[in-house]
């Protein structure tokens, strides 16, 4: 079994202040939790202020399911990369008999696993991998290139954790650049002060910094290193609990790297470049609650009036 | 493999013309696809007029992720109905060897099955799913029972198909009932009559009928049987493609299935009742599409102040 990430205390206080208060509701699972009323108007009036500022780039919104198809993420280099956090999607093969068997199993909580086969589905591991293909499908990119808005969108993280800020399945918001190196990488550095400056306006002290990925094995210390000298990878980050700050936010520039694996192509022939930006909704509102306080009522006006404007 | 359900003629012409406008977005599985934005446009105004309807009950509002724990799961009776409907969620256990032949295995669009194991979470079958386990972990409900909101949340149906009308993922907008046994089938029968209302007013030809699930096996048919018998469950269906109406929204008694299972009892120490119901909304999403055409600035006057009003 896939340890638990232990926590510290003021981590796991901060989770059961949240419980107690029913903006998170436990379901027994580290890492999977319900919300409470509260919790989701926060997120949903943050993922609108997102919105607000990405009308400047007028995307182009295309909304996908919690799932992809296996074929998607096996070709996306993501096993490679994370397979210590992926998912995939089990379903049940067999006769009656089998079915049964797998009943009384499960009524015992007992092992099942073997009724179940591998379908063609895995779990989203970032909201940006359905965009690629999805994409890549219509043929070359028009000029100037395009910026598409996937919304706020599921995504999994194996990775249960006692902090409540580390959680199995959350809502990334992200916005993906396509287009030609020069475009791309214009719109990750904008994009990147762009979001310090909405962190800041809603009382969070956001920093900027380089940053890596968590890559899998000890290949992937060379890779992170790699990634934080080419500068390829910013967070922002705010102190939420923990002895140190939490990334709330990531623009990432991939060079060729999904181009090139999904074949998309500028208008003049030539593979594309791409850059994504994310905001971790879930942590976002964890900071305001840990920032600001349980009771929003009780927000300075300046980060309402941000808010809940009107 | 499961096998693929073959649709009708009008049922992969009117899937193509969806693809072909953009409003879904092809994956390259069978009941997987992304949303263009008028889809998601129609969907969500459509959950605006469903949040306005419920308005009167005053629900409490709760979001759950499209996963829940694998013991809930195990808990809820699913596995013993719906064996062939359910899906699991496996990750990746084993040395950094594994995961290379696992990506080897990957790369090449072969079975890389045997490196996963079963995890702790499964996908939600059904958005009332989480509902019951957190309001029972509160103890005996109110006076007068509770409504929960659960919002329009993805639920996994493992039933791949060439109907644009059969997804593996979509969102089932639930609201769920919990209360003394006249309160909760008062509640539905309101509601059953409510949702033809709201239908209708869009334009659609909805009927109500009583209706079965598609329990699994040869035990199955006399499942279906009862419950239609004791008027359980009730339909409200509308002509999209194929030779027969769709269901788009259900009304669903539980008794006391449910409440048993997770231990809810009234403020009297007995033994709740619940009922819910639940809203296709992809499906009304097609049935709108379907029956006043794929270019909503033109449906009728009527339909659009209902969706888009002021």
Known sequence: M?????????????????????????????????????????????????TKAASADDPEAMRFPPLLPRRTLEASGY?????????????????????????????????????????????VPAACY?????????????????????GGAWVFRHEPSEDPARLQMFHQREIVRLGAPEEVLAWRDTWSQRGLSLLRSLGLAAERDRAADPFFGRGGRMLAA????????????????????????SFNYHQEHFAAKYGLTLADGNTAHTACLGFGQERIVLALLHTHGLEPASWPAAVRDELWPG
């Open 2 to 50: 896939t340890e638990l990430r232990r926590a510290t205390a003021d981590q796991t206080a901060f989770r059961d202040e949240l419980l107690a208060r029913g903006l998170f509701l436990d379901s027994g699972v580290p890492g999977l939790y319900g919300r409470g009323a509260t919790f989701e108007d926060i997120r949903l009036r943050f993922d609108a202020l997102v």
């Open 79 to 123: 096993l490679h990369s994370f397979p210590h956090l992926a998912g995939s999607v089990f379903a049940f093969e067999g006769s009656e008999d089998d079915a049964l068997l797998q009943e009384e199993r499960a009524d015992r909580h007992e092992d099942w696993s073997e009724f179940q086969r591998m379908t063609e589905l895995a779990l």
């Open 130 to 150: 359905p965009v690629y293909p999805a994409v890549a499908a219509r043929g070359p990119l028009p000029p100037g290139g395009l910026v598409v808005d996937a």
């Open 226 to 249: 790699n990634q934080r000298n080419q500068e390829l990878k910013f967070e922002l980050l705010v102190q939420i609990a923990g002895s140190e700050p939490t990334a709330v936010s």
